[in-house]
Each structure stands twice: as C-alpha cells, then as structure tokens.
C-alpha cells in the first residue's frame, strides 16, 4: 500500500514529465488516501490549470485553502485561475488576502495591478506596479503598464522617467526607442527625441513612424534637409502619405 506522500510524489514526477492525466489521477489517489492533504489538492488544482479547467482548478485551490487558511500559493493562484474566467472582483479579493497573509509575496502586485487596471482602478494599478518594480519582479511590463497609466492622467516627466529606464532594460527594442522619443518630444527635448527615433531606425531601418515624427521635429527645428529626407523616406514605405507628399513639396521649395 502506498501512502498519500508516495501518490503525491509520482503525481509531480508525471506532472513534469507532460502526463497531466496520469498526474490528475495520482493526486487523486492522494487525495482518496488522505482526504485532507492540502498539498494534493493545490497540486492538483496546478495541474488543472494546464488543462484550462479553471472552474476545477478552483474547487482544488478552495479546499486546500479551506484546510491551510494561511497557504498563500493557493489564494494566488486561485486569483489567476478567477481572473481568466473574468471573476475580476474575486481575484481582486484573492490577491488581496495573499498581500495580507505575506506582504513580501513579490509577483502579486503585478497580477493585482492587471486586475485593477481591468476594473478601473488605475491609481490602484500604479500602487501595485510600483510595488512589484521595487521587489524586481516582471521589471520591463511593470514599468511598461506604469507608463501607460501616468500617460492616461498626463504625467509625463514621470512616464519618460519609466522609458529611461525601459530603454535600460531593453535597449534594442526599437518601439522602446520610439515611444521615448514621443515622450521627449512632448516635454520640448528636441534633440533627445531626435536622437531616440535615430536610434529607433537605426534598429529598424524600415520604421516608417520614426521618420516621420523625426522630419516633423527637423521642420519644427528649421533643419529643412534633414525633414526633407525623412519625408522622402516615409513615402518609401507609403507611397499615399499626403502629410509626407506635401511637405516634401514644400521643403523642396525652401531648401531650393
């Protein structure tokens, strides 16, 4: 006769083997053995979730939270498991029970601040983010989610403050690139958002957008040639931009 621990055991060795069946079985052998281990229902309810059986996994994750009110791994996970059958309230709820059981459980701020972000509260959400960048956990979509917030409410020394940071994490993403540049064009740094759009198509040579926006500041700044170029090279890549044509036109005239 096996006891519940050996069930459990085989149940994880099938589990990282890919036989979720074969694991879902053994946890449930576990379970049949000692109906109150609280590891075999979390395990299996883990398991579930694989299968996209959230409704299952949440029957699993209760009953072991019903047995350990303290196991902060199942009110977690229960609150991803809720929040993918849009139970954004209960999530919520769930997160919020494993902040107050363990404040240092880090990547909960970020699967908080999604839901509060899905349910409006989006000085919530920020609090959250914030939090979780300070514990290093999902860094790069933290700041990334942060930025997106504080552009809503127009803070935007604030949300380049995040870009720079964003081009530490990822420097040769070129949309990073771009939206900085974006940002410092709308706080008046002309030359640093010249010099992000520069870098943008410097690592994609065909991103029509930063050539635009370039020219448009080069126009701004007086630099003709170079707004000339850049116009001539967004109608490289489309043919019909009638911004582009006509300040082509246009610079042509000045410049000659």
């Known amino acids: 006769n096996r006891s519940a621990e050996a069930y459990l055991n085989i149940g994880v060795l099938k589990n990282n083997m890919g036989d979720y069946q074969g694991a879902i079985k053994s946890y449930s052998d576990a379970i049949e053995y000692n109906s109150e281990f609280a590891l075999a229902y979390y395990n299996r309810g883990n398991t579930k979730m694989e299968f ?36 954004l309230e209960g999530s919520e709820e769930d997160y919020q029970k494993t902040v107050e059981i363990d404040p240092g459980y880090a990547c909960v701020y970020y699967n908080r601040g999604l839901v509060r972000e899905e349910l409006g509260n989006l000085t919530g959400a920020i609090e959250d983010y914030t939090v979780s960048i300070g514990f290093d956990c999902n860094t790069l979509n933290c700041y990334l989610r942060r930025a997106a917030l504080l552009a809503n409410f127009q803070k935007y020394i604030e949300v380049l403050e995040d870009y720079n940071e964003i081009v530490k994490l990822a420097p040769k993403n070129p949309s990073y690139h771009y939206n900085r ?27 029509s957008d930063a050539y635009f926006n370039r020219g448009n500041i080069n126009n701004e700044l007086g630099n003709s040639k170079k707004a000339r170029l850049d116009f001539e090279k967004v109608l490289q890549f489309n043919p019909e931009d009638e911004w582009a044509k006509e300040m082509v036109k246009k610079l042509k005239r000045r410049y000659w």
Not at 182 to 206: M, Q, V
């Open 52 to 87: 996209e059986d959230y409704e299952g996994a949440i029957e699993d994750y209760t009953r072991a939270i019903n047995l350990n009110y303290r196991d902060t791994d199942s009110y977690y996970n229960r609150g991803i498991a809720k929040r993918k059958l849009k139970d």
């Open 181 to 207: 540049g974006y940002y410092n064009k709308k706080l008046k740094n002309y030359s640093e958002a010249i010099e992000d759009y520069t870098k943008a198509i410097e690592l994609n040579p065909d991103y």
